[in-house]
């Protein structure tokens, strides 16, 4: 990777600890609505209920007001907990409103976009909602090390569409023999990022399985070694 000059992160789950951050947006929120139920028990229905909503909307199989409805909807539904429809749009509105007001990072996350802005162009390609991911950017002060942002929302298409690779290269002027992408999703990043020609490197930090794909990473310190 001795060529690489661009370098397209994405952001929740790779840069920005959307795990920690999500959790701190739900104590609070479930302390104001006072839904008696304990934050650990919630999160261990909620994330693979959220995970699975989002696989669909990447796939534009359901809408952004869907997911965000029907994620807490199905969440409270297997909890066996009563929450009137009115209370989850409030709630959904709410998670929305302070999630990114928190700014935890992944490990090393500074340290590392330090060493490679000066060496570097670094951008942003996320499925993230434009606000929300502008918002959360702002608040965790990262937003200085990257050109520009590319968000599925401003682009119309989602990772791993090629649409929204294609355009971010094309955007950036660069080259896509020069440029990397850095995900934790193999589906989203990985697999899209190869797809179209960029170079890859998966960021396993949650569990995913292992692969010959492309070069794998545990902690974001490892690019400085790769690069």
């Not at 959307?18 to 008696?36: H, P, R």
């Not at 434009?130 to 401003?154: A, C, G, L, P, T």
């Amino acid at each position: 990777m001795n060529n690489i000059k661009n370098i397209f992160f994405d952001l929740d789950h790779t840069i920005w600890d959307f795990e920690k951050n999500s959790s701190l947006t739900f104590k609070k929120i479930l302390k104001d609505f006072k839904i008696d139920i304990n934050l650990d028990e919630f999160l261990e229905i909620y994330v693979p209920i959220n995970f699975k909503y989002w696989k669909l909307y990447r796939e534009e199989k359901i809408t952004k007001e869907f997911l965000r409805y029907n994620r807490l909807k199905s969440a409270f539904d297997k909890l066996s907990i009563k929450v009137s429809d009115d209370t989850i749009e409030k709630i959904s509105e709410d998670y929305i409103y302070y999630l990114p007001s928190n700014h935890n990072l992944m490990p090393n996350a500074i340290k590392t976009l330090d060493y490679l802005k000066t060496k570097y162009n670094l951008y942003i390609i996320t499925n993230g909602f434009r606000d929300v991911q502008n918002q959360k950017m702002k608040s965790s002060k990262i937003n200085k090390y990257f050109k520009k942002i590319y968000d599925s929302e401003s682009v119309g298409v989602k990772k791993p569409n090629p649409d929204i690779f294609n355009f971010a290269i094309e955007d950036s002027n660069s080259l896509k023999s020069e440029s990397l992408m850095v995900g934790d999703s193999y589906e989203a990043d990985i697999e899209g990022a190869l797809n179209v020609g960029l170079n890859a490197v998966h960021f396993i930090a949650h569990g995913e399985k292992v692969h010959d794909k492309c070069a794998i990473i545990n902690d974001l310190s490892e690019l400085l070694e790769i690069l």
